[in-house]
């Protein structure tokens, strides 16, 4: 049997490196994409080759609908991608009252934009083959609101909808679309921002999340035996409501 691919956009990054090991350990080839440090890719990828999985890297920005549409092409050239792991993503926090058009611009472009751009030219390679995953990294901002990311809730919150509706779409088609929405997870901008006597008052569990425990959720919507589980938006929080 054919080894199937996962792309993992983000790749570098905390969450998305834990993603691309939990893949590559469920034998998917994983393609891990960077790109303004594409050496943190690369170690992910060396990480992963180390432990006998298969991985490569690539750069390309998602905000640019050309460039991306030429990396995915040649990529495409070694056969269809049927996971897409859509999690590149930045802040540019700011009261909106003070937010400059070029904050809520990049914002949106990254995560909103960069789906579109990355996940379009995959999909009718993927309904070829009658199997995929689609999953999008969003936030629990983008569920409840957060003070001072207006662009980044607002750029979540449609991915929501474009997930819903894209899932729709390709039900029929033995692809499934879903979102993970992960509350406070550890990371050192998260030990930046909040104490821990704030983390103990916002979070029933009364801790930060892992970015394991959210790859482990990643792991099991991209599996077989999820493949009656899509349209949805599922929180990675630790019971925040």
């Not at 897409?84 to 990049?106: C, L």
């Not at 088609?173 to 909040?194: K, M, Q, Y």
């Not at 970015?211 to 493949?227: N, Y």
Request: proline letters at 4%; hydrophobic letters at 45%.
């Amino acid at each position: 049997m054919t080894q199937k691919r996962a792309l993992v956009t983000g790749g570098g990054g905390a969450i998305g490196a834990a993603i691309c090991k939990q893949l590559a350990a469920n034998t998917f080839a994983v393609i891990v994409h960077a790109h303004r440090h594409p050496e943190s890719a690369e170690q992910v990828v060396e990480k992963i080759l180390a432990n006998s999985g298969s991985a490569s890297s690539v750069s390309f920005d998602i905000t640019d609908g050309g460039a991306t549409r030429y990396a995915l092409e040649t990529l495409l050239k070694d056969g269809p991608i049927q996971v897409v792991v859509n999690n590149a993503g930045a802040h540019d926090d700011a009261p909106m009252a003070g937010m400059t058009s070029e904050q809520w611009t990049r914002v949106i472009d990254l995560s909103l934009n960069g789906f579109f751009n990355v996940t379009q030219p995959l999909l009718l390679p993927m309904i070829g083959t009658r199997w995929g995953r689609i999953v999008s990294i969003s936030s629990l901002a983008g569920v409840t609101g957060n003070r001072g990311q207006t662009n980044y809730a607002a750029a979540k919150a449609g991915l929501h909808g474009a997930s819903k509706s894209l899932a729709i779409e390709l039900a029929s088609r033995g692809i499934t679309v879903n979102v993970v929405a992960p509350g406070l997870i550890e990371s050192p901008a998260t030990r930046d921002a909040f104490k821990p006597e704030q983390i103990e008052a916002l979070v029933p569990m009364k801790r930060v999340g892992t970015p394991d425990e959210v790859a482990a959720l990643v792991s099991f919507l991209t599996s077989q035996e999820a493949g009656y589980i899509t349209g949805q938006i599922i929180g990675v929080n630790g019971g925040i409501a």
